[in-house]
């Protein structure tokens, strides 16, 4: 049986260091460690992207983009920018839903790489990403998933 493929944007990888005072910015953030426990423990698979590298690559706090870029050694697959023609012609439709550039190259990457799921915070993506070939859901929706509790 093949585990469940996951893709986490960069609002997902930064909500750590998001002011924690707020209850839905405190819940993520737990839900989004017991995401990357469940990748560390090999019992999800994670896939990346060159627009992961890039955007995190641009964090303007250093400490954050290492923590950040030291876990994407767990990742199973990578889309790296070979793929960038595809991805970017898979971005302009996912675009038209009102989904910015980065945000739609993210969803398109998680696409190609044939995750089940695309974990983020951002509620316009949250709202507007509808269609039927990924399952785009916050980081507490994804533990409340029958199929995640039985990884």
Do not use: W
């Amino acid at each position: 049986m093949r585990k469940i493929r996951v893709y986490l944007d960069n609002c997902c990888y930064n909500r750590p260091f998001d002011d924690q005072k707020q209850i839905r910015v405190f819940l993520e953030t737990q839900a989004k460690f017991f995401i990357q426990r469940l990748i560390s423990d090999t019992k999800l698979d994670l896939a990346y992207s060159y627009m992961s590298v890039f955007e995190n690559r641009n964090n303007r706090n250093k400490d954050n983009s290492r923590i950040i870029e030291d876990f994407f050694v767990y990742a199973a697959f990578f889309v790296g920018p070979d793929q960038e023609q595809t991805v970017e012609n898979r971005a302009k439709k996912i675009k038209t839903l009102g989904i910015k550039n980065k945000d739609a190259i993210h969803l398109a990457c998680a696409i190609e790489a044939k995750c089940d799921y695309f974990i983020t915070t951002d509620d316009v993506i949250l709202k507007r990403y509808v269609e039927k070939d990924i399952k785009v859901c916050s980081p507490i929706e994804l533990l409340t998933l029958e199929e995640v509790e039985n990884a």
